[in-house]
């Protein structure tokens, strides 16, 4: 599959912290290695040829039994040349954080605390790491895969 | 003989020495009798302020029923009230999650004496398909309800038929139903 420009351009600028790329249907795909994503980031953004200066979607996916079990989803965006590009980053359970990216976009403050707070993935340097969604006596993450479906926690009343 | 002794001998009469004649035909038409209850209650039925505790697509429908085609106006219940202290019908209108829980109770516990609650829509009945981690499985968990309007949403013709068996309830209280008092439940927040 013919790469893209990013893809290219980020291959040969990281050649040690790209896992793998894809690009199907133009939907340009980098999983890199979590240690080095503020570099490879602040890259992405600042780079006078790519300039992906919006930071569109901040998420996870639980892949519960495989080797690494979360997966952090960027999508960025350049207003300038009208391109997008997906990046993952593997984080595994026993080591479950990641840099936080607050200090190149302010705005993945509030994505961060929310995939904080329903995977419980921890991001390093964030100004105020706080649950969003759920409430600060919830225990557990909800969308981890092995929450239990049916478990309520009610904040007050009776347990329904 | 004043009007209001002539009341009095009257009931008396009405209500030791019953005749076959309706006493109250004796005042003329000017005058009715009947029980401060009743009256209050029929007071009460038609003068419904509401509260809309609207969260989510529920109050679109709402919306509708207070525009003019279904016009909620016809049944007294038209002027929604967004201060607690000056509503007595509180709606319910969409999902309730359990952060919000602690809000819902607070706004019932500051509304005024007499109240009512009605749950519109299946996610106050009972959570409805949000069978999940964050929602109150029905707002009855929380607070008194009178009313349940189960329907997702529920058309406006439910609601007015909701709304007229609230008032068929109201109109049969008695002094004693109230005070309620507080929510049972505690809210921590
Ligand atoms: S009952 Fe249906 S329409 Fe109403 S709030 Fe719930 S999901 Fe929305």
């Known amino acids: 599959m013919k790469k893209s420009n990013t893809l290219k351009r980020l291959t040969e600028k990281f050649p040690n912290s790209i896992i793998e790329t894809h690009s199907f249907r133009s939907d340009d795909t980098a999983v890199v290695k979590k240690n080095d994503i503020m570099e490879i980031f602040t ?38 040349f009208n391109t997008r590009i997906r ?9 479950c954080s ?15 605390r929310e995939v904080y707070d329903l995977y419980g993935i921890h991001f390093n340097g964030h100004p105020d790491l706080r649950r969003i969604l759920m409430y600060e006596d919830f225990k557990g993450h909800p969308l981890r895969k092995d929450y239990p479906i049916r478990k309520r926690q009610p904040l007050i009343g009776p347990i329904n | ?11 008396r009469q009405a209500i030791h020495e019953p005749k076959e004649e309706d006493p109250s035909k004796l ?6 009798l009947t ?65 919000q829980a602690p809000i ?35 707002i009855d968990t929380l607070i008194p309800v009178d009313v349940y309007i189960p329907g997702c949403p529920p058309r406006p013709e439910m609601v007015i038929d909701g709304l007229i068996k609230l008032q ?22």
Request: hydrophobic content about 45%.
């Open chain 1, 43 to 80: 890259f992405l953004r600042d780079d006078p040829d790519l300039l992906y200066n919006f930071m569109m979607d901040l998420t996870a996916v639980d892949y519960m039994g495989d080797e690494s079990r979360f997966e952090v989803v960027y999508h960025l965006y350049s207003l300038k």
């Open chain 1, 87 to 95: 990046i993952k980053a593997k984080v595994a359970e026993s080591e």
């Open chain 1, 98 to 112: 990641i840099d936080s990216i607050t200090s190149l976009w302010a705005s993945a403050n509030w994505f961060e």
């Open chain 2, 1 to 11: 003989m004043g009007i209001i002794d002539k009341i009095q001998t009257i009931t």
């Open chain 2, 27 to 32: 005042l003329g038409d000017s005058i009715i």
């Open chain 2, 35 to 99: 029980q401060l209850e009743s009256v209050v209650d029929w007071a009460r039925k038609y003068s419904l302020f509401l509260y809309p505790f609207a969260t989510a697509c529920c109050a679109m429908e709402f919306m509708s029923l207070g525009g003019p085609k279904y016009d909620l106006d016809r049944f007294g219940a038209a002027l929604p009230r967004f201060t607690p202290r000056q509503a007595d019908l509180l709606l319910v209108v969409g999902t309730i999650s359990h952060k």
């Open chain 2, 104 to 138: 819902l109770v607070k706004i019932y516990n500051q509304m005024t004496e007499p109240k009512w609650v009605m749950a519109f829509g299946i996610c106050a009945v009972s959570g409805g398909f949000y069978d999940n981690y964050a929602t109150v499985q029905g």
């Open chain 2, 168 to 189: 068929e309830k109201i109109a049969k209280e008695k002094w004693t139903d109230w005070p309620k008092g507080a929510a049972p439940v505690v809210a921590k927040s």
